[in-house]
């Protein structure tokens, strides 16, 4: 079974500031996904990044990037030039290949950007 | 145009109910999925369904359980409520296949008194 560990359960930042969320996973499968999912206060689940095992290359969608190291099973979040609506939980999630297609996530974290 | 729907958006019942949580996209998605989480913001998956196949969280009771009347919905039914289901439910669809994300529903708030 695949299990996902975020070892910071809250983080600050100011505004405009740059931050990294920490996210380690464990997996016997070679070939996998794995996704940043921002929840506002809202509680909605909103898609921030993904990024597919067999890609060397580190995924980018605006301010946001990854630092996926595969060996490490280490799959980090960056918000640069943080904005106040970055406040929210985030959670790191894992897909595997197996039946299901099901997510597993990490614990999330708690990230308040201050003005 | 909302991809993933639920309703109702908050539920509040007692011990002992039978109530059901509905779910539908618009997406054409194969795929739907139902999530809880709890108190702690801690998600875990429930169940998995498409037209041809559940897979169930082996953690999840049998009190718990999905209905499909077709594609772009995923019901889930839970029966003799217990104070421990109080937590938010999410409802999820995807395309089987590939890389792509998985689409949430607003979830669902069900308090059990």
């Known amino acids: 079974a695949q299990t996902v560990t975020q070892s910071q359960p809250e983080m600050s930042v100011q505004e405009a500031e740059t931050v990294t969320l920490s996210c380690t996973y464990d997996t016997s499968e070679s070939n996998y996904y794995l996704f940043w999912y921002k929840q506002p206060p809202s509680r909605q689940m909103i898609l921030v990044i993904r990024q597919e095992a067999y890609k060397q290359q580190n995924a980018t969608e605006n301010r946001f990037s990854v630092n996926f190291q595969k060996a490490a099973k280490s799959f980090s979040l960056k918000i640069s030039d943080s904005q106040l609506g970055d406040t929210a939980m985030y959670f790191c999630?894992?897909?595997?290949?197996?039946?299901?297609?099901?997510?597993?996530f990490g614990g999330g974290t708690r990230l308040m950007v201050k003005p | 145009d909302t991809a993933v729907s639920q309703t109702p958006k908050y539920l509040v019942t007692q011990m002992g109910n039978d109530k059901s949580i509905k779910c539908e996209q618009n997406?054409?998605?194969?795929?739907m999925y139902w999530y809880k989480q709890d108190s702690k913001k801690f998600l875990k998956i429930m169940f998995s369904?498409?037209?041809?196949?559940?897979?169930i969280n082996e953690t999840v009771p049998n009190r718990f359980s999905p209905k499909s009347p077709d594609k772009a919905h995923l019901n889930l039914h839970i029966n003799s409520l217990e104070l421990g289901d109080s937590a938010v439910y999410f409802c999820?669809?995807?395309?089987?296949?590939?890389?792509?994300?998985?689409?949430f529903g607003p979830g669902t708030r069900l308090t059990v008194t």
């Open positions: 369904y498409n037209n041809k196949e559940l897979i």
């Open positions: 997406l054409g998605h194969d795929t």
């Open positions: 999630a894992f897909r595997g290949l197996s039946a299901g297609n099901m997510l597993t």
């Open positions: 999820a669809s995807s395309p089987r296949q590939g890389v792509y994300e998985q689409y």
